[in-house]
């Protein structure tokens, strides 16, 4: 059962992250804060870095 009324919703802070070369599209959450989202992008778009990811877009976004 839902405990909440129509006019409440909760929203969640998600990251999203898109890589050309290779092609992939990953989404990380959720997040309680948009704080706790901007640090896993940092560290994971950081990691595909590494991995010789090239071309890579990373939003956050609450859904």
Known sequence: MN????QQ???SWWVE???FVPQQTYH???FSSREEAKLS?????????H?????IVAL???L
């Open 41 to 49: 992008r940092s560290t994971h778009v950081e990691a595909l870095f």
């Open 9 to 11: 919703s909760v929203l």
């Open 51 to 55: 991995k010789e990811t090239r071309d």
């Open 17 to 19: 992250i898109c890589t």
């Open 60 to 62: 956050i976004k609450q």
């Open 3 to 6: 405990s909440l009324s129509p």
């Open 28 to 30: 990380l959450g959720p």
